[in-house]
């Protein structure tokens, strides 16, 4: 610790006695400095013991004494030495009165100890505290970097919060906690994702410092990585502000950590690399070669049903990088095997069937729907249905299926299953099957518009009963012979025969689309 005025009374060189503030001894001192101005406050930071002979002061004026005491006093001066035997062989009553009054320690010097020997027993004894936090710091740094290889960050982040006498977590890309110590501090954490995920927002290296939650302590928060977007960040929580000796800990960890992050950042981008041969390979119908190049890095990832996302948006935007964050740190919470492959404006992701990392691709979606006005990198998600590694390919094709269907139709997320399970007819609503819907019926609209007759009408109730002429002329309300009369029209103003199957469908599909246009 640094030194104080009570371990400078009690050097035994020094010979320094007490005449007020008895009870503030334990300040500690920042520098000694002695000065014989009237007024020294100008030149004072806070911190000093300041040292004077009272050569241009009225010692024994009281209420010049007052204020000069109060102002020492608020600028932080921490003592006073007055030196005996100089101009005066006594501290005046005045200057003890005064210190009383503002508690300030007024320590009594004797003509022999020299006001230098006063300054360097205060420099010695900061020196020497600065020597113990730079030994305790080093010592510090070698027992993280041996929790850091033996045990991991798990074993780091328990030695750092012993070290600073608190306690640090862990946060990974997407602002999840991932490790924390003690125990008890995951929770804590976890309040403060919000501080972390502004901080991420920030070229890294960044650091803040929030209050706690609650106002439960003072927390830290460092950016970890050395790319545009950092890969992790750590919060240290500590009662208050850190010494020297913590301070060297927490850096120590800041950079262990961050090499840490730089060496999965490396082994990450290898994995991508293997990740796209082994996509290569099953969409390629060769699984046993994808196996054999995977190996154990995926797990049974390519033995269990998966589903395969395609996901798109602008090389600019941050919201691919969001999905394959999301993706990420879903599996690194929850222990599953997940291949993702970065392809210029999109990225392939294969996960297990009903995982977390199929839930959380599914939730960034979701909130991209929701403030999708407000998105201008569009992010346009298809999901295939489950499938094994034989039907990749397939799987593969039904991904950018519903992706270009979810482009069409506006939408963030389409899975496959929505477009299989549900009804052809909402893909009617594309421009182009709506203007070959108008072409098509535009004679007979025209026709029925001179109020020569109702062939739409008629054609929608006849192709609706399947051709059934007495059940489609009861829904209209006429004859039989009123009605195949109209059909007759109807096939002289197309000039296609109601026979033809094809006719009969591209006509049901028209009305479809032009009754979904118009609803």
Request: overall charge negative.
């Amino acid at each position: 610790m640094p030194p104080t005025l009570a371990s400078l009374v009690h050097h035994s060189a020094l010979k320094l006695t007490v005449r007020a503030g008895e009870d503030r001894l334990d300040a500690p001192v920042r520098w000694a400095h002695a000065s014989e101005l009237a007024d020294p406050v100008p030149y004072m930071e806070g911190g000093e013991l300041l040292l004077i002979t009272a050569l241009k002061l009225d010692a024994e004026d009281r209420d010049a004494m007052r204020r000069y005491v109060k102002r020492l006093v608020g600028a932080g001066v921490v003592g006073l030495g007055f030196a005996v035997g100089v101009h005066y062989d006594d501290i005046p009553e005045a200057l003890v009165e005064a210190a009383r009054e503002e508690g300030l320690p007024l320590l009594e010097v004797p003509r022999r100890t020299p006001f230098l020997a006063i300054s360097k027993a205060v420099s010695a004894a900061i020196a020497a505290d600065q020597y113990r936090a730079v030994t305790a710091g080093f010592a510090a740094q070698r027992e993280l970097t041996r929790h850091a290889l033996t045990d991991g960050p798990e074993g780091l982040l328990a030695a750092l919060a012993s070290q600073v006498d608190g306690w640090a977590a862990l946060y990974d890309a997407s602002g999840a906690v991932v490790a924390a110590a003690p125990d008890w501090a995951g929770r804590r954490a976890a309040r403060l994702t919000a501080e972390v995920t502004r901080l991420r927002e920030r070229p890294a290296p960044a650091s803040s410092v929030v209050a706690g939650p609650e106002n439960e302590d003072r927390v830290e928060l460092h950016s970890l990585g050395t790319g545009r977007r950092p890969r992790a960040a750590l919060a240290v929580g500590t009662a208050s502000a850190p010494g020297t000796a913590e301070r060297y800990a927490v850096h120590s960890a800041v950079a262990l950590l961050t090499l840490t992050t730089e060496r999965s950042r490396s082994l990450h981008a290898a994995e991508q690399r293997i990740g796209a041969a082994v996509l290569r390979m099953l969409l390629a119908g060769e699984p046993d070669h994808a196996r054999a190049v995977a190996g154990d890095l995926y797990g049974g990832l390519l033995d269990a049903p998966f589903r395969i996302i395609v996901a798109q948006g602008a090389a600019e935007g941050d919201a691919l990088g969001a999905l394959a964050e999301a993706a990420e740190s879903a599996a690194a919470r929850s222990g599953e095997a997940v291949l993702v492959v970065p392809e210029g404006e999109r990225v392939v992701v294969l996960a297990a069937d009903g995982g977390a990392v199929v839930g959380a691709c599914c939730d960034v979606a979701a909130a991209r729907e929701a403030a999708r006005k407000a998105n201008e990198d569009e992010l346009v998600v298809g999901l295939s249905a489950p499938a094994g590694p034989i039907a990749a390919s397939a799987a593969y094709k039904q991904a950018e299926q519903a992706l270009s269907v979810a482009r069409r139709r506006g939408r963030v997320l389409v899975e496959h299953e929505q477009m299989a399970a549900g009804s052809v007819l909402p893909l009617l609503a594309d421009d182009a099957v709506k203007a070959f819907a108008d072409g098509l019926l535009r004679a007979l609209r025209d026709h029925d518009a001179t109020g020569r007759g109702d062939l739409v009408a008629s054609l929608r109730a006849w192709l609706s009963r399947h051709g059934q002429w007495d059940a489609a002329a009861a829904d209209l309300g006429v004859h039989r012979h009123t009605l195949r009369y109209r059909m007759r029209r109807v096939e002289e103003i197309l000039g296609r025969s109601l026979d033809d199957p094809d006719v009969r469908m591209e006509l049901w599909l028209a009305l479809k689309a032009t009754a979904a246009d118009s609803g």
